[in-house]
T-cell receptor
Framework: AQKITQTQPGMFVQEKEAVTLDCTYD???????LFWYKQPSSGEMIFLIY??????QNATEGRYSLNFQKARKSANLVISASQLGDSAMYFC??????????????FGRGTSLIVHP | ETGVTQTPRHLVMGMTNKKSLKCEQH?????MYWYKQSAKKPLELMFV???????ENNSVPSRFSPECPNSSHLFLHLHTLQPEDSALYLC????????????FGQGTRLTVV
């Protein structure tokens, strides 16, 4: 069963506007962490922001913020004041326990964001 | 720069060749991972190593052979690959704590001809 769901294959936003990228997750753990990564065309996965399940405040990192709604199991990424350099793939991820006992980063399918000038 | 270095960045190999991908980190992480990213597909976990021991093998064909000689280095040995193995291969490392992020290398873009 898919643990991380990103329902938006592609999103477009005007430069300087805000955009929300959706992510829902499924876990039976009480303690877990949610992550967002950016992957530009060069291929590298760049860590953006982390939200812990027990964190009461929504995480923020500069222009990135995470809209965490625990009861709905959603962790949407909000990018404010979009810039042309924000055009990239964005992945939501969670570390979940695998059969061998390791906590493995598991990723959604990603959302392609294009910022228009 | 994430602290995880992958070499080579690009590789073209024939189906009968043998090559190796290298990943190196000096972040003090004890977990290392290989992922495969094909076009229009989600990231696929291939292998996981904790403290040099392989803990996960995600039903990967034997033509991919990982090696982890120490906690800082991870290799992926390739032999008799198929064209469908062409993809971006990403290495990552992390502390074992489940609430910490993984750090990724820049990937090796592999083309099998």
């Amino acid at each position: 069963a898919q643990k991380i769901t990103q329902t938006q294959p592609g999103m477009f936003v005007q430069e300087k506007e805000a955009v929300t990228l959706d992510c829902t997750y499924d876990t039976s753990d009480q303690s877990y962490g949610l992550f967002w990564y950016k992957q530009p065309s060069s291929g590298e996965m760049i860590f953006l922001i982390y939200q812990g399940s027990y964190d009461e405040q929504n995480a923020t990192e500069g222009r990135y913020s995470l809209n965490f709604q625990k009861a709905r199991k959603s962790a949407n990424l909000v990018i404010s004041a979009s810039q042309l350099g924000d055009s990239a793939m964005y992945f939501c991820a969670m570390r979940e326990r695998a059969s061998g006992g390791s906590y493995i980063p598991t990723f959604g399918r990603g959302t392609s964001l294009i910022v228009h000038p | 720069e994430t602290g995880v270095t992958q070499t080579p960045r690009h590789l073209v190999m024939g189906m009968t060749n043998k090559k190796s991908l290298k990943c190196e980190q000096h972040l003090g992480h004890n977990a290392m991972y290989w992922y495969k990213q094909s076009a229009k597909k989600p990231l696929e976990l291939m292998f996981v190593y904790n403290f040099k021991e392989q803990t996960e093998n995600n039903s990967v064909p034997s033509r991919f052979s990982p090696e982890c000689p120490n906690s800082s280095h991870l290799f992926l040995h390739l032999h008799t690959l198929q064209p469908e193995d062409s993809a971006l291969y990403l290495c990552a490392s992390s502390p074992l704590d489940k609430n910490t992020e993984a750090f990724f290398g820049q990937g090796t873009r592999l083309t099998v001809v």
